[in-house]
């Protein structure tokens, strides 16, 4: 559960939900993925790509936390066998942050097979096995801590084998590649940070935002059963981040590490963990190796154990998932599009 479901809007439809968003050097590139669709909505969620939809890669290469740089992706209606017709489009500079701009086409074309421009970059979109692992019993354990202000009480398991929440789960994922070069043709360093958005197209002609992932877990750790902060934080502009966010997630922190006893100043530790998670961007540098570990966020692989190191983080001690890759039924590849697509 690193965004699955996360929110009503997200949860009212499955298709409009971020369940993860991973950014790594690929074999040509800068690789984003943004997921969305799980299975876990349940088999009668609607399926695919909504065609009234925006699903976009905000970029910050400034470290304003304002989008200097967006790829969007809009898809249509599906055919008989699924597939849908895809734009992408590239807006930067003042257009970026700007939902009424149309920006430049980019690629037109089709879900489920690899499009590619003749500057290299690299796209596919589809169906693919989820690369995310996930206890149960300790994200629940997790999100009732710092609901209520207590400790992580994490039960033991009922039997030695630990089933990952996601196991055999499908998600649709929207992958990009860009080449380093284009991709720093447009912004103002190596340093960016990213996060992915899903808008919807509101009656008025506008555009209200769904679902919105930057760094992963942030959701569930602290509004898991919290309706009201999950859409604060979903529509909470990441340049907005710090001063609209900081005391839930000092308060909250401070708790749960006071209950443990982790240390002896919580509110100073959860101080900490807000300047360190907020804004809630993904930062990467271009052309490096992810690792989302303790030391450091940079970038996400899709094998990264993002769970373990955000648990660990927010509640200042090693606290394990009792799972690793090992859990993912699908591997991941070492080629585009990386993920495993099925069908």
Not at 209 to 221: A, E, F, H, Q, T
Request: negative net charge; charged residues 20%.
């Amino acid at each position: 559960m690193s965004h699955h479901l996360d929110s009503p809007a997200a949860r009212a439809d499955a298709r409009l939900n971020i369940s993860d968003t991973y950014v790594f050097r690929g074999d040509r590139g800068t690789v984003l993925v943004m997921n969305v669709c799980s299975d876990s909505a349940g088999p009668d969620a609607p399926k695919g790509f909504h065609p009234e939809a925006r699903y976009e890669f905000k970029i910050d290469s400034t470290g304003d936390a304002v989008e200097d740089l967006v790829f969007r992706f809009t898809f249509g209606e599906a055919d008989a066998n699924g597939s849908q017709p895809l734009e992408l489009s590239r807006l930067t500079g003042a257009e970026a942050a700007d939902d009424s701009a149309r920006g430049t086409v980019l690629i037109a074309g089709s879900s489920d097979r690899e499009l590619t421009t003749e500057a290299g970059l690299r796209v596919w979109t589809g169906r693919a096995s989820d690369p995310f692992w996930m206890n149960p019993a300790v994200v629940e354990a997790v999100g009732q801590a710092f609901q209520h202000g207590t400790d992580v009480d994490v039960p033991q398991p009922a039997s030695p084998g630990i089933t990952s929440l996601f196991s055999g789960m499908k998600v649709r994922s929207i992958v990009l590649e860009v080449p380093d070069a284009e991709l720093l043709a447009f912004s103002r360093g190596r340093d960016i940070g990213v996060w992915g958005v899903t808008a919807l197209a509101t009656d008025a002609g506008g555009w209200h935002r769904i679902n919105r992932c930057g760094l992963p877990m942030v959701s569930p750790i602290f509004a898991q059963f919290d309706d009201a902060l999950a859409e604060l934080l979903n529509q909470t502009r990441p340049s907005d981040d710090v001063h609209v966010l900081s005391p839930e997630i000092i308060g909250r922190v401070a708790a749960v590490v006071g209950a443990r006893g982790t240390t002896s100043d919580p509110q100073a530790y959860g101080r900490e963990v807000a300047e360190r998670i907020l804004p809630d961007v993904l930062p990467y540098e271009v052309g490096t190796p992810a690792v989302f570990g303790f030391a450091q966020f940079n970038g996400r692989a899709l094998t990264d154990n993002a769970g373990e190191v955000m648990f660990s983080l927010v509640t200042d001690s090693a606290l394990s998932v009792g799972l690793g890759k090992e859990a993912v039924d699908a591997p991941t590849t070492s080629s585009f599009p990386y993920l495993a697509p099925t069908g």
